[in-house]
Each structure stands twice: as structure tokens, then as C-alpha cells.
């Protein structure tokens, strides 16, 4: 199990990285001393050797935010302008899959009016089937013979 300052240290790196730091800037870096300073504790306490997997993770984090070469502005106005511009995006590509989707029906709905126009046309084509008449054959015959020994 994690020890409890490791917990503490866990903490306060998420805070940093989400912008809700509570004892250093929000907009600091997440880097080594501002989450011990985050958690309450001396810089000088975390050290590689009695953490190595959680500032692995760390340093693994800043150097995916920093090769990115992007450094996430958490200001409100930052946030919604990125909201905005996200939901233009989405309206965007909704209004093209309802174009697409429009269109698709479309042609689905003209291959049908053509399968029935075919199947018309082959109705049409073909002679009237043999089986039907001789069923109604026999059962002409069948009421005749019926009705002759009854009477």
C-alpha cells in the first residue's frame, strides 16, 4: 500500500495539472517543487529515491505537455473560448452527417421505388401460375361432386 505522503503527493500533482492548486499558483508548473509545496511538505522531501514510479510519471507527464509544445491555459476565459470553438466543431460535423445521412436515405428510398417498379414489371412478364388454376380447378370439381350426392 502507498504510503501516505506519496497519497498527499498524488493529490496535490492532480490539482496542479486540473488548475485547482489551493497553496501554489494555479498556473504553476507541475514540476517537482510546487506539488510538495501543493502538498504541504519541503520541497526537499521528494526525492527520486523514495518515490522513483510517482516522479517517473511526473517527469513522463512534462515531457508529453512540453514535446507537445503546449502548455494548457487554465483561465476561464482560455476555457470557454476552447468550449466554443470545440462546440463550432461539433455543430460542424453534425450538420455534415445530416447532409450524408439525408442523402443516403435518399438513395435508399429511390433503389425501393425501383425494386417495385421492377417487381411490377416482371408481375407483368409472367403468366398467370398453373398451380392457382388447377387449385381452383379442383375445387370446382370437388363442390360438384359434393353437391350431386347430396341431392
Known amino acids: ?27 504553476a508548473p507541475p514540476n517537482l517543487a510546487n506539488i510538495a509545496r501543493e502538498a504541504g511538505k519541503d520541497p ?6 523514495r518515490y522513483p514510479i510517482f516522479i517517473s510519471e511526473v517527469e513522463s507527464f512534462n515531457n508529453n505537455v ?3 509544445g503546449e502548455r ?13 470553438s470545440e462546440n463550432r466543431k461539433l455543430r460542424e460535423s453534425y450538420e455534415q452527417l445530416t447532409i450524408e445521412r439525408d442523402e443516403s436515405h435518399s438513395r435508399v428510398l429511390n433503389l ?7 417487381s411490377f414489371m416482371v ?3 409472367e403468366k398467370p401460375s398453373n398451380i392457382a ?7 370446382q370439381k370437388l363442390i360438384r361432386s359434393i353437391g350431386k350426392d347430396k341431392f
Open 123 to 125: 408481375d407483368g412478364l
Open 112 to 118: 425501393q421505388l425501383a425494386l417495385v417498379e421492377m
Open 72 to 84: 494548457i491555459d487554465r483561465s476561464l476565459s482560455a476555457q470557454l473560448k476552447a468550449a466554443r
Open 1 to 27: 500500500m502507498k504510503d501516505n505522503a506519496e497519497i498527499e503527493y498524488r493529490k496535490a500533482f492532480r490539482r496542479i495539472v486540473e488548475g485547482k492548486a489551493m497553496r501554489v499558483d494555479k498556473m
Open 133 to 139: 388454376i388447377l387449385d381452383l380447378h379442383a375445387r
Open 66 to 68: 512540453s514535446s507537445a
Open 44 to 49: 526537499s522531501a521528494l526525492k527520486k529515491s
